[in-house]
């Protein structure tokens, strides 16, 4: 089964996308981006993986996706169907997302 790896030397480009949202409502965003990932967003070309984050206290969502290239991922932002979805979440939270390159990775 394959996996994310954060390598310094992988050709992709990450989302680092971070949802803010009301601590009652983190569980239903979460279930929104989670059924979003797996019915649409895992299907489009380029895509590599996600990988869905909580908070402790509830307030923000952390989605930290991979994607081969920026390409890849604008066309999944012009597809309708992953607009109709990213719509649904933009209707539980706030949120600010950014393509990245990894620059270093670091371990003990």
């Known amino acids: 089964m394959p996996t994310t790896e954060i390598n310094a030397d992988a050709d992709l480009v990450t989302l680092i996308n971070v949802f803010t949202v009301e601590p009652g409502r983190q569980r239903e965003l979460v279930d929104v981006l989670a059924r979003a990932t797996e019915e649409v967003m895992r299907h489009q070309p380029g895509f590599v993986s996600a990988n869905l984050h909580v908070s402790l206290d509830g307030t923000r969502v952390a989605n930290y996706a991979q ?42």
């Open 67 to 108: 994607w081969e290239s920026s390409e890849h991922f604008q066309r999944m932002l012009a597809n309708p169907e992953c607009r109709h979805h990213m719509s649904a979440a933009a209707e539980i939270a706030r949120f600010e997302p950014a393509l990245y390159s990894v620059d270093s990775v670091h371990h003990a």
